[in-house]
C-alpha cells in the first residue's frame, strides 16, 4: 500500500456516522511498520480490493473498516505464540479500536462473526496473532434485535423467586441415568429447595435417554414437586442437537412440560439460538461448550465477553459461563467482566441472567455472592447437590441453607450447627 492508501482506512471519530459502525476492540501483534500493518487489518476484514482495475471508483468510504486510535503496547522479541510462516521483521504489540461499517453485513450475526473475526481477520499479512477483546453495538444496530424473550426478570416471574440468586443443579450422574431414575433423583433435589434440575449439557437426546421419554417424566415429577412444595419449579431439558432438529425438540420437550431449554450455543451456532428464540415459548438457558477454545489463549483468538454479549444479542435468557474457582481456569476479572455483560444495559435488550459455575457447593455460594455484588445471579452445582452424603434432597436443601445464613449474617460454620444438611457439607 502506499501513503494514500492507508490513509483510507484511519478516520477520526468525528469523520465518522458513529451509528452506522460496530466498534471493535483488539489486541494484534504485528510485523514490520505498524500503520502499514494496521490498513491491511482494516482492508482485509472489509473491502479487500476497494476499486475495480481501470475504474474511477473506491468503495472505502463507505464500506472500509477504519482504525479510531491505536496505541503501541511494546516491541516484542518473539511472537507470543509460535505461527508457520509469519512474516520476519520488527514485531509490535499494539491495541487498536476499528469502526467496522454494518451496511457490511447486516444485523445478521453469522455474517457479522464472518466479517470481525472471520478469514481476513485471522490471515492478515503481516498480523499473525490478533484477539479480539470487545464490541460495541450502536443503538441502530441493536434495534433489528430481538434479545431474550424473558431474561432475569421473567424467569423471576415464572419462579416467583425474588430478591436472591436462582439456585439450579445439575442432575449427576449426568451419563448413564435411565429417565427414571434421572427423574426421581431431579424430584428429590426439588423437594429440598432447588428452583431448577437441569440436564447435563453432555446428555444428549439418545436411545437409552430419549429427551422425550425423559421430559415426559421430569414434567410430571415437577408438577408433583409444585403441589407438594407449593413453590413453582423448572426443569431444564437440553434440547441441543443438529439444527433441523431443534424447533421439534423443543415443541415436544414444552409439551411434556419443560419449560426452560438448554442450548450449547455455539456448537449449534448463534443464529440457531436466534431461531430457536423467535419461536420459543420458554426461556432458553446456554452452556458454553467450545468457547474456551476460542478464548482461552490471552494473546490470540475472542475475549469471552464478546461471546457473553452475542449470545445475550442472540435471545439467551440466562447464560451459563465459567465461574470461580481454580478448576474453571478463568480469572476473577474475566468472570466478573461476563457477568457484568449479561446485566449492563443494552439499550431494549433485556438482562440475561448470569450463571457462573464450576465445582460450587453450599460452601461456596457466599463467595459467588460476595464477587457478584447482588442478587442476580444463577447458582448451579453438581455433586455439590447430587453428590451430597445424605441425597439430593439434603443436598439442595444445604445450599438454602448456605443463603439463609448469608441473608442472616452467619457464620456458614455457626449456622451449620443446627442445620444437618449442611453440617453434612461443612463435614464432608
Known amino acids: 500500500m502506499n501513503a494514500d492508501d492507508i490513509k483510507g482506512f484511519f478516520a477520526e471519530r468525528d469523520q465518522l456516522a458513529m451509528a452506522d459502525y460496530l466498534e471493535l476492540d483488539?489486541?494484534?501483534?504485528?510485523?514490520?511498520?505498524?500503520?502499514?500493518?494496521?490498513?491491511?487489518?482494516?482492508?482485509?476484514q472489509s473491502t479487500a480490493q476497494w476499486s475495480r482495475i481501470g475504474i474511477d471508483e473506491d468503495f472505502r468510504d463507505l464500506?472500509?473498516?477504519?482504525?479510531?486510535?491505536?496505541?503501541l503496547i511494546g516491541e516484542l522479541q518473539q511472537l507470543s505464540y509460535p505461527v508457520d510462516q509469519a512474516a520476519e521483521g520488527a514485531i509490535h504489540a499494539c491495541r487498536v479500536t476499528i469502526a467496522h461499517p454494518h451496511r457490511n453485513f447486516g444485523p445478521k450475526l453469522p455474517n457479522l462473526m464472518t466479517a470481525v473475526c472471520g478469514e481476513g481477520?485471522?490471515?492478515?499479512?503481516?498480523?499473525?496473532?490478533?484477539?479480539?477483546?470487545?464490541?460495541?453495538?450502536?443503538a441502530s444496530y441493536l434495534a433489528a434485535f430481538e434479545g431474550p424473550k424473558f431474561g432475569i426478570d421473567g424467569i423471576r416471574e415464572m419462579l416467583g423467586a425474588y430478591n436472591r440468586p436462582i439456585f439450579f443443579?445439575?442432575?449427576?450422574?449426568?451419563?448413564g441415568l435411565k429417565p427414571e431414575h434421572f427423574a426421581d433423583i431431579?424430584?428429590?433435589?426439588?423437594?429440598?429447595?432447588?428452583?431448577?434440575?437441569?440436564?447435563?449439557?453432555?446428555?444428549?437426546?439418545?436411545?437409552?435417554?430419549?429427551?422425550?421419554?425423559?421430559s415426559e417424566l421430569l414434567g410430571k415429577a415437577r408438577l408433583e414437586a409444585e403441589a407438594l412444595t407449593g413453590q413453582k419449579k423448572v426443569y431444564l431439558a437440553n434440547i441441543t442437537d443438529e439444527v433441523d432438529r431443534m424447533i421439534e425438540q423443543h415443541d415436544i420437550a414444552v409439551k411434556n412440560g419443560a419449560n426452560a431449554l438448554l442450548i450449547n450455543a455455539l456448537p449449534v451456532g448463534l443464529s440457531a439460538v436466534r431461531m430457536l428464540s423467535r419461536h420459543a415459548k420458554v426461556p432458553l438457558i446456554g452452556h458454553f461448550p467450545f468457547i474456551a477454545a476460542f478464548t482461552r489463549l490471552e494473546k490470540f483468538g475472542v475475549h469471552t465477553r464478546v461471546i457473553t454479549k452475542l449470545q445475550r444479542l442472540a435471545g439467551l435468557d440466562a447464560i451459563i459461563m465459567p465461574g470461580f474457582g481454580s478448576r474453571m481456569m478463568t480469572s476473577e476479572e474475566e468472570v466478573l467482566s461476563n457477568v457484568n455483560e449479561c446485566l449492563c444495559d443494552m439499550g431494549h435488550i433485556k438482562r440475561s441472567l448470569p450463571v457462573p459455575g464450576g465445582s460450587d457447593s453450599a460452601l461456596t455460594l457466599e463467595n459467588v455472592y460476595r464477587k457478584v455484588g447482588s442478587v442476580d445471579f444463577g447458582f448451579v452445582p453438581g455433586r455439590g447437590i447430587f453428590g451430597h452424603p445424605q441425597g439430593p434432597k439434603a443436598g439442595a436443601a444445604s445450599i438454602r441453607q448456605a443463603w439463609e445464613a448469608i441473608e442472616q449474617h452467619i457464620p456458614i460454620d455457626t449456622y451449620a450447627q443446627t442445620h444437618p444438611e449442611l453440617k453434612a457439607m461443612v463435614e464432608k
Not at 443443579?169 to 451419563?175: D, Q
Not at 431431579?186 to 425423559?214: F, H, N, T
Request: hydrophobic share 45%.
Open 63 to 71: 464500506h472500509a473498516a477504519k482504525v479510531l486510535s491505536w496505541e
Open 186 to 214: 431431579a424430584y428429590q433435589s426439588w423437594l429440598g429447595g432447588l428452583d431448577i434440575a437441569k440436564d447435563d449439557e453432555m446428555l444428549a437426546d439418545v436411545p437409552w435417554s430419549s429427551m422425550a421419554r425423559r
Open 169 to 175: 443443579g445439575v442432575v449427576k450422574p449426568n451419563i
Open 26 to 44: 483488539y489486541y494484534l501483534e504485528c510485523i514490520g511498520d505498524i500503520e502499514v500493518a494496521l490498513a491491511h487489518f482494516c482492508s482485509e
Open 121 to 138: 481477520t485471522y490471515f492478515t499479512p503481516g498480523v499473525p496473532l490478533v484477539k479480539l477483546l470487545d464490541i460495541r453495538f450502536p
